[in-house]
């Protein structure tokens, strides 16, 4: 099991930033990908980026070039910094991660955390 816990969230101006992390626990050796996803009410969960095993990236056209994904192997952390922020980046935001280069049912979910850019 893989326990995934959020920080960073919260309220920030429109062209403000905001770093979200996202801290594994548990059994982290099997995860290979980590990333983020974001969901506004009414819709669906959408990928916003994630880094792999040997920090290869992959970013949704909506976060590219503003947002940026690490990760802190030895901690199985992966941080999401955030510039440039607009309101329709308001969302809640979900930690994932799973043990393989695809999206699984075998995946891991964090409890999600608020942004809210606003004015």
């Known amino acids: 099991q893989v326990q995934l816990v959020e920080s960073g969230g919260g309220l920030v101006q429109p062209g403000g930033s905001l770093t979200l992390s996202c801290a594994a626990s548990?059994?982290?050796?099997?995860?290979?990908?980590m990333g983020w996803y974001r969901q506004v009410p009414g819709k669906q969960r959408k990928l916003v980026a994630n880094?792999?095993?040997?920090?290869?990236?992959m970013y949704a056209e909506s976060a590219t070039g503003r947002f940026t994904i690490s990760r802190d192997n030895g901690k199985n952390t992966v941080h999401l910094q955030m510039n440039g922020l607009k309101a329709e980046d308001t969302a809640v935001y979900y930690c994932?991660?799973?043990?393989?280069?695809?999206?699984?049912?075998?995946?891991?979910w964090g409890q999600g955390i608020q942004v809210t850019v606003s004015s």
């Open positions: 548990g059994s982290p050796t099997i995860i290979y990908r």
């Open positions: 880094i792999f095993q040997f920090d290869s990236t």
């Open positions: 994932r991660a799973g043990p393989d280069y695809n999206p699984s049912p075998a995946d891991y």
